[in-house]
């Protein structure tokens, strides 16, 4: 009967007490740590990685965070984007903003191989975003280095990476590139990053050209060998896609006198790769630029369906056209 009684009177105590720890940390202060109140969490982070990024930007215990979002069952609610945390007070203020589903945004699919000026039509279309001030901040150098990229490059051709996005109908020009620089980023962390010998600026440059001339993506990695194949003999890649990325409108067929265009973008005059991504590529084409197949081929041609016949020699390949 003792018992009972100790258990009927223990009940009552930790419910208070589970009441109290949950006002509490609801109710902590949070403050912002650095000059930009803004932060991205990538879409795909964790629980973890989004504890960290916050605990990195503000005053807040990962731990804290984690245990908030598990007594309010929030856990797996959080929504990836851009935020601003000026308004967030404490810990319920945060977490009401980074789960919430909000009327005010739109959702936004941009596919792998557009060039830049593709992309700013497609925010202007869906957001109406200033086309002139995105362009512009593609090729800003400060924003460029701002923004976290490995490699020194002079503009954003190749890491405004495609996927789809949910943005706040208020982003700006500098909020969207942001969002979509830092998901390349994670990506390439994730999946690439120290598992090739291509520097990142390297390696994007490669994707963007396999990307150009792959339809289909089981064949991006043995089209990424027979580049990487003429790279070690010092050949010219002769990529089609570079000389494509001359001219304004993708061409329905390059010929001849196209491919004596001069310019450092094209292959079939200059050895190596050229200075620059010619697109933006899916991670399926950058995973491919840094771990090809393990093949002889040095040359290949499309059929009618957009698949490709590989050839090891340039008579076979002749056979093959």
Same mark, same amino acid.
């Given at each position: 009967?003792?018992?009972?009684?100790?258990? =009927?009177?223990?009940?009552?105590?930790?419910?208070?007490?589970?009441?109290?720890?949950?006002? /509490?940390? /609801?109710?902590?202060?949070?403050?912002?740590?650095?000059?930009?109140?803004?932060?991205?969490?990538?879409?795909?982070?964790?629980?973890?990685?989004?504890?960290?990024?916050?605990?990195?930007?503000?005053? /807040?215990?990962?731990?804290?965070?984690?245990?908030?979002?598990?007594?309010?069952?929030?856990?797996?609610?959080?929504?990836?984007?851009?935020? @601003? =945390?000026?308004?967030?007070?404490?810990?319920?203020?945060?977490?009401?903003?980074?789960?919430?589903?909000?009327? %005010?945004?739109?959702?936004?699919?941009? $596919?792998?191989?557009?060039?830049?000026?593709?992309?700013?039509?497609?925010?202007? @279309?869906?957001?109406?975003?200033?086309?002139?001030?995105?362009?512009?901040?593609?090729?800003?150098?400060?924003?460029?280095?701002? =923004?976290?990229?490995?490699?020194?490059?002079?503009?954003?051709?190749?890491?405004?990476?495609?996927?789809?996005?949910?943005?706040?109908?208020?982003?700006?020009?500098?909020?969207?590139?942001?969002?979509?620089?830092?998901? $390349?980023?994670?990506?390439?962390?994730?999946?690439?990053?120290?598992?090739?010998? =291509?520097?990142?600026?390297?390696?994007?440059?490669?994707?963007?050209?396999?990307?150009?001339?792959?339809?289909? %993506?089981?064949?991006?990695?043995?089209?990424?060998?027979?580049?990487h194949n003429r790279l070690d003999k010092d050949m010219l890649l002769q990529a089609d896609p570079t000389v494509q990325y001359l001219f304004p409108k993708q061409k329905k067929k390059i010929l001849i006198k196209d491919t004596e265009i001069k310019s450092p973008y094209n292959t079939y005059l200059n050895k190596g790769l050229p200075p620059g991504p010619?697109?933006?590529?899916?991670?399926?084409?950058?995973?491919?630029?840094?771990?090809?197949?393990?093949? %002889?081929?040095?040359?290949?041609?499309?059929?009618?369906?957009?698949?490709?016949?590989?050839?090891?020699?340039?008579?076979?390949?002749?056979?093959?056209?």
């Amino acid at each position: 009967m003792n018992k009972n009684k100790l258990i =009927l009177l223990s009940i009552p105590t930790v419910i208070f007490i589970f009441i109290f720890f949950y006002g /509490l940390i /609801l109710s902590l202060n949070v403050s912002c740590n650095h000059v930009s109140s803004k932060i991205t969490i990538p879409k795909g982070a964790s629980l973890n990685e989004v504890a960290n990024i916050l605990e990195y930007n503000l005053c /807040l215990d990962s731990f804290i965070f984690k245990t908030a979002m598990f007594m309010t069952y929030n856990e797996k609610n959080i929504k990836y984007g851009r935020y @601003d =945390l000026k308004s967030v007070n404490n810990v319920s203020d945060l977490i009401t903003l980074i789960t919430s589903v909000s009327k %005010d945004r739109v959702r936004i699919t941009i $596919f792998e191989g557009l060039k830049i000026q593709e992309i700013a039509l497609i925010f202007k @279309d869906k957001m109406d975003i200033d086309i002139e001030k995105f362009l512009e901040l593609c090729y800003d150098k400060k924003f460029i280095k701002e =923004l976290g990229l490995e490699s020194k490059i002079p503009k954003l051709e190749g890491y405004l990476y495609p996927d789809t996005y949910i943005f706040l109908k208020s982003f700006t020009e500098s909020d969207i590139i942001e969002v979509m620089v830092r998901q $390349f980023i994670y990506n390439y962390d994730k999946y690439v990053k120290n598992k090739t010998n =291509l520097n990142m600026h390297q390696l994007v440059t490669l994707a963007s050209i396999i990307q150009g001339e792959a339809v289909y %993506d089981d064949e991006m990695k043995i089209i990424s060998s027979v580049y990487h194949n003429r790279l070690d003999k010092d050949m010219l890649l002769q990529a089609d896609p570079t000389v494509q990325y001359l001219f304004p409108k993708q061409k329905k067929k390059i010929l001849i006198k196209d491919t004596e265009i001069k310019s450092p973008y094209n292959t079939y005059l200059n050895k190596g790769l050229p200075p620059g991504p010619i697109n933006n590529p899916g991670i399926e084409a950058i995973v491919a630029a840094g771990d090809p197949a393990k093949t %002889d081929y040095f040359y290949f041609v499309s059929d009618k369906k957009g698949r490709h016949i590989f050839n090891k020699t340039y008579k076979a390949h002749l056979k093959s056209k």
